[in-house]
């Protein structure tokens, strides 16, 4: 451990709050799919910040447009008009192809937190249901979904570990298994108004919906007058090798969700949420049509970081370079080819996921591999990134690959060496 290292350490042991568990190490450059701590040595990064580095590290696209925008203009509040918060607005709702208008703000949970306040509201004001025009709240989510970690976002999520410690949780949530259609009919009564589902679940261990869940998911809402909501968080924007993660499940199916929420890679490393609200005429109950998008009016939902000229400048420069690079068709072929190396591995039980969202089970002969309270994979983790190669839990057998959308083939090749001989060497 180097001196700057022991002092690192001692900052964080008495000034930071040890709210995570942090692995052995103090990164402190990057550039491009690879990173490099304090004694110099590199790493190959298919963490990428859990799905956010988009374009890698010091994109010199993204240093522009943060140089640029910066001499001219960082932050004014929402009280006025900025031109970049308008360009990236429109761009995003070319991104889904429906009309619609977008709120935002600083990260994905604040992302979930309007639409969840955008369905609260209309739950309250709207008509609707075909039970009667009586006020509705409950939204139903999955089992093994993640939202964030606001009050809201955690009583969202379908995983009790990120509900300890913390009741009374906030009411109006029901968890429902996955890619089960009959659960979600089921579970329907005079109180549900929404349904928030992530196309495919990150945190809990990329889990993709099927293109019949999704189907009937819109078709069980427009039948019950009720919300359909995609936390895209961090399966959006060029992941699967789609600007749109549930294009790339339901193919050309006519399709259309009610709001979608991102935030991770829509920066490209810079902090900036983003929620997409569909232009449809709505009744009220009291009387006369809203669209859907202009529900939440002055005084009903602010934030004063979010949609800066300085974000907005970023992401609009992220989503550009994503389109001149051809990005989404490399993100595509280069997780095609992960996926058929991936699984010659031995250990390896099954690979799942789409694109560059890729989780990688563990075979039953590493399931005794925690050690110290550590779950298999994150001893599997820790001794990865010991061999230079970043990577991310998801759950307590399955390692995430979220690399960069511009990793190459041979960046694939090395880390899929690296994760050969890291489990070759655990399991002998």
């Known amino acids: 451990m180097t001196a700057t290292e ?11 709050v040890p709210n995570y568990d942090r692995y052995d190490v103090v990164l402190v450059r990057g550039q491009g799919s690879r990173v490099w701590d304090e004694d110099g040595k590199e790493y190959l990064d298919f963490g990428a910040g859990i799905a956010v580095s988009t374009l890698g590290h010091a994109h010199p696209r993204i240093i522009e447009a943060l140089d640029r925008q910066a001499r001219q203009l960082i932050h004014t509040s929402n009280l006025y008009f900025t031109r970049p918060q308008a360009e990236l607005a429109r761009k995003l709702v070319e991104i889904v192809g429906s009309p619609g208008k977008v709120f935002f703000s600083n990260s994905g949970a604040e992302a979930n937190e309007a639409v969840i306040k955008l369905a609260r509201k209309f739950g309250n004001e709207c008509a609707g249901s075909p039970s009667g025009d009586k006020p509705r709240f409950e939204i139903l989510t999955f089992y093994r979904s993640f939202h964030g970690r606001t009050m809201a976002g955690i009583s969202a999520t379908g995983q009790e570990k990120v509900k300890e ?8 949530f029901n968890h429902l298994p996955f890619n089960d259609l009959n659960a979600v009919e089921k579970a329907i009564t005079g109180q549900t108004v929404a349904i928030l589902v992530e196309p495919v679940q990150g945190e809990g261990g990329i889990y993709a919906a099927s293109r019949e869940f999704l189907l009937g998911l819109r078709s069980i809402c427009d039948r019950h007058g009720m919300l359909l909501m995609l936390d895209e968080i961090q399966c959006g924007l060029g992941r699967l090798g789609n600007w749109c993660g549930w294009k790339e499940i339901v193919g050309g199916a006519d399709f259309v969700p009610d709001t979608v929420s991102w935030a991770k890679g829509i920066g490209g490393g810079f902090p ?3 929620t997409w609200v569909r232009k449809r005429k709505i009744q009220r109950l009291a009387g006369g049509t809203v669209d859907l998008c202009d529900l939440l009016q002055p005084g009903s939902h602010g934030t004063t970081y979010g949609g800066t000229p300085l974000a907005c400048a970023t992401s609009s420069a992220v989503l550009e370079t994503i389109e001149r690079e051809g990005l989404l068709a490399n993100a595509r072929t280069q997780g095609d080819y992960a996926k058929r190396k991936l699984a010659a591995i031995p250990g390896i039980k099954e690979v799942r996921g789409l694109g560059l969202m890729l989780g990688i089970e563990l075979g039953a002969e590493l399931g005794t591999l925690g050690a110290s309270g550590k779950t298999p994979s994150q001893a599997v983790a820790i001794e990865l990134m010991r061999n230079g190669l970043l990577a991310v839990p998801a759950g307590p057998s399955v390692i995430r690959w979220l690399p960069p959308l511009i990793v190459s083939r041979e960046e694939i090749d090395q880390a899929v060496l690296i994760l050969s001989k890291t489990l070759a060497a655990m399991v002998s």
Do not use: D, K, N, Y
């Open 165 to 172: 410690g913390f009741a009374p949780l906030l009411a109006g």
């Open 6 to 16: 022991s002092v690192t350490r001692q900052l964080f042991a008495e000034f930071v």
């Open 272 to 274: 900036l949420g983003a």
